[in-house]
Every structure is written in structure tokens, then in C-alpha cells.
């Protein structure tokens, strides 16, 4: 490809999506939405995830207009963004939310075309890690930005005004990506996506996807489109087959802890806002903590899954994350009076747990994709890792509302049931012998 400056448009793209990923839930929650409709709205931008990818995908590679694609889905994402702020109804917030998550997730697949199709396989990895890392910096960018923000317009506006005016700002991102695509984005991407090159990008997929956010289960969309390009009906039944048991064992326990993980998000923003009594911009900060944590520890969590027995690594990371989801409850019930009147030992307490839970995601997400590699036949790796991805945008889903459904009752019980799931997903991964990686078959 002669120029990579397209990708500085995903960039921009990543920090409106990023910002609109938190500022929407405080939204709700300035609206008078209640736990259950930031269920259902995290649920709902969940499931519409992967129909998105796929039906977008599939239709730039029948058609060939993958830079259309592109452009259409990066526009429709800036005008919702520019429509949230004169939004006053919760239901109407949470439609047009879903219509941005469908329209982000049209992005992925297609833009991982363009970003493979003049270039070698060998060259795919560093090409799609090149991609992710440009997304991934967008990401925490937009964290930043909503936290100086909600902190510095806040202190000379309302808290509603500068919640409204951050997401002209981030429509402003949101445009500007477009427009950079529209000045930069190949015309033409020769890539044949035949099932056997679906099935190798998938794999590579697995390998350089480092995203922390797990609150959306954003990361898996991507992955479930070219998984869904490799495998026909016929070949899926064949497929089912020669799964190893320990595999469908290793699905069960992922689809308990990825519905504990959305339990535990879908009411954290009306949790810290209400019981914790912290300013948006507190909100913010505190998730930048959690993105960062996670970030940062993706290459040590890789050197250390690699060198120790993954079951084990993912079993430990997964009972310290259910100990954090219990810590955050019980931290309301010791410091959160006092947290309105501006002291800091409340929001360092929540800061420490959220920036656990962030480092055990890395852990998490690395072993994971080790242990699912290392059973998958492989003449059809990529497909099974994208079932895998699959996966968690269903337990996304259905642990958005569940979270959402409890958390309206009590925070302290929905944290708990989290962190239960949690627990049972991760005391059988623990305690099944035979899901024992020291390292997959490929080396990663």
C-alpha cells in the first residue's frame, strides 16, 4: 500500500468512539435513566456488534466498494454523535447509541481488508498489529480528552452543558475522521477473500487484537466476520465434530465469566455517579486507570502465559477480578460518604480496584486466546476463534441485561453476582487438567 495516512482517520474515529463509549452511559444517567436502561443499552450496542461487521463486511467484498463502506460507516457514526446531545429521551439516547455501535463495528472488517489486501501474508501480522495500535492509541486518547474535558468545562459550565459540548467534540473527531478517509482512503484493495485467506486473517486476528474493552466486547467483531467468511453450514457441522472436549468445556466456562464481566459494567457509570458521588470527570479517570492498567500489561501478561501453564494464569486472573468486582461493593459501604465532598481516599480506593481489574483483563485476554488456539484443529483456527469471539458478544449481551436488571434492585448484589460468574467460569478452567497450556502449537 503506498500510503498509510488513512489510518490516522481510524485514529480520530477511535477517540470519538471512545468518548461517546462512557459519555453516553453518564448521558443516560443526567436523563434520568436507571440501571436497567444502561443494561439494556450496553446489551443492545453488544449484540448489534457483530450483524454489523458481518453484514457490512460481506457487502464490500461482494461489491468491491470497501472505501464506500468505510466512508458511509464513519459518517453515520458522526451524525449520531452530533444527535446524542439534543436527545432528551432515554430510549431515544439508547436507539441512536445502538445505530453508532452498529456503524463502528461496520468499520472493522472492512478496514482490515484494506489494511491486508496489496500486502504479502507474511506481512499481515505486523500490518494488522500496525492498524490496532493506531486504534488502540485513538482509544485511550479519548479517555484523556473526556477527562480534561469533563474536569476543565465543567468547572465554568454545568455539568450538563459540558457533558452536551463533549459530544459536539467528539462529532467534531467523529467528522474529521471522515474527512481525513475521504482525502486518504484506498481506492482499490486486491484481496480474494476465499475461505482459506478468511481463515488466516482470523488467526492473525488472534494474535495482534490487544483492545481493552471488554465493557463492549468491541474487540470480537472484527474477528467474528472473517470467522463467518471460512465457515459454510457443512464445514461448521464437520467442524462440531472434531472439537476436542476440552474445548467445549473451555466455551462453557468463557461464556460464565464474559456475562460476569457485563454484570459488573452495565451499571458501574450510575453506580460511581450515584453511590460513589463522583464527577464525570472522576469517571472518566477512573476508566482511563482501568484502559491504561491494561494496556501496559499485554507484552509482560504474553511473557508470562507463554512461560507458565495458561489454565492456571487464567484461573488466578479471574478469581483476583472477581475479588476487585467484590472490593468496588464493599468500598461504598466504608468510604463513599465522604467522596462528594472532594476527598481523594474514596477515588484512589475505586482507582486501585479499577486498575486491577484492567491488568487482570490483559491476562485474561492473552491466556484465552492461547488455550483456544491450542485446541482448535488447525485447518479451521480461525473460525473457532471467532465462535470464541462470538461467544463473548452473547454472554455481553445477556450479562448487560442482567446487570442492568439487578443493579436497579442493589449495586452491591449485581457486583456480587458478577463476580460469581466470575468464579464459576474461572474454577473450571482452574480445576480441568486438561485445558493445561504451557504454550499453543504455533508458537504464541
Known amino acids: 500500500m503506498a500510503s498509510d495516512r488513512w489510518l490516522y482517520s481510524l485514529s480520530l474515529s477511535a477517540v470519538a468512539s471512545s468518548v461517546a463509549g462512557l459519555l453516553v452511559p453518564l448521558y443516560l444517567v443526567r436523563l434520568g435513566g436507571g440501571s436497567a436502561a444502561l443494561g439494556v443499552s450496553a446489551s443492545l450496542s453488544s449484540l448489534v456488534g457483530a450483524p454489523g461487521a458481518v453484514l457490512a463486511g460481506r457487502y464490500a467484498d461482494r461489491t468491491g466498494n ?39 463495528a461496520a468499520v472493522s472488517p472492512v478496514v482490515t481488508m484494506l489494511v491486508v489486501g496489496d500486502a504479502p501474508e507474511t506481512s499481515w501480522s505486523a500490518r494488522i498489529a500496525r492498524l490496532n495500535t493506531f486504534q488502540g492509541y485513538g482509544s485511550t486518547v479519548g479517555l484523556v480528552v473526556g477527562t480534561l474535558w469533563t474536569v476543565g468545562v465543567a468547572a465554568v459550565v454545568s455539568a450538563g452543558t459540558a457533558q452536551e459540548s463533549l459530544f459536539v467534540l467528539a462529532a467534531a473527531f467523529g467528522a474529521a475522521a471522515a474527512a481525513v478517509a475521504v482525502r486518504s482512503l484506498p481506492r482499490t484493495a486486491r484481496l480474494d477473500v476465499g475461505p482459506r485467506r478468511a481463515s488466516r486473517v482470523a488467526t492473525v486476528l488472534s494474535r495482534t487484537a490487544r483492545s481493552t474493552q471488554d465493557a463492549t466486547f468491541s474487540f470480537g467483531t472484527n474477528r467474528v466476520f472473517w470467522a463467518s467468511r471460512s465457515l459454510t453450514l457443512d464445514r461448521f457441522a464437520r467442524l462440531r465434530g ?13 461464556f460464565c465469566f464474559f456475562t460476569g464481566f457485563a454484570v459488573f459494567w452495565a451499571p458501574l457509570p450510575l453506580y460511581l455517579r450515584t453511590a460513589g458521588g463522583f464527577s464525570p470527570g472522576d469517571v472518566f479517570a477512573l476508566y482511563l486507570l482501568n484502559n491504561v492498567a491494561s494496556t501496559v500489561l499485554f507484552g509482560r501478561a504474553g511473557r508470562i502465559s507463554g512461560e507458565r501453564d495458561a489454565r492456571l494464569v487464567q484461573g488466578g486472573a479471574l478469581g483476583v477480578r472477581a475479588g476487585a468486582f467484590v472490593g468496588l461493593a464493599g468500598a461504598g459501604a466504608v468510604g463513599f460518604g465522604v467522596t462528594s465532598t472532594g476527598a481523594f481516599g474514596p477515588l484512589a480506593v475505586v482507582g486501585g480496584l479499577l486498575c486491577l481489574v484492567g491488568v487482570t483483563w490483559a491476562f485474561i485476554a492473552v491466556t484465552g486466546t492461547a488455550i483456544v488456539s491450542r485446541f ?31 443493579g436497579s434492585h442493589s449495586f ?17 478452567v482452574a480445576a480441568a487438567e486438561t485445558l493445561s497450556v504451557t504454550r499453543t502449537s504455533d508458537g504464541h
Open 376 to 406: 482448535a484443529p488447525r485447518n479451521a483456527r480461525g473460525a473457532v476463534l471467532g465462535t470464541y469471539a462470538a461467544l463473548s458478544a452473547v454472554g455481553g449481551g445477556v450479562g448487560g441485561l442482567l446487570g442492568g436488571w439487578i
Open 242 to 254: 472434531q472439537l476436542p472436549t476440552p474445548l467445549w468445556i473451555y466455551f462453557g466456562a468463557s
Open 412 to 428: 452491591d448484589a449485581a457486583f456480587v453476582v458478577a463476580a460469581s460468574l466470575v468464579v464459576v467460569g474461572g474454577a473450571v
Open 66 to 104: 470497501r472505501r464506500g463502506v468505510v466512508l458511509v460507516a464513519l459518517s453515520v457514526a458522526a451524525v449520531a454523535l452530533a444527535v446524542l446531545p439534543l436527545l432528551r429521551s432515554v430510549p431515544a439516547v439508547v436507539a441512536v447509541n445502538a445505530v453508532l455501535a452498529f456503524a463502528l
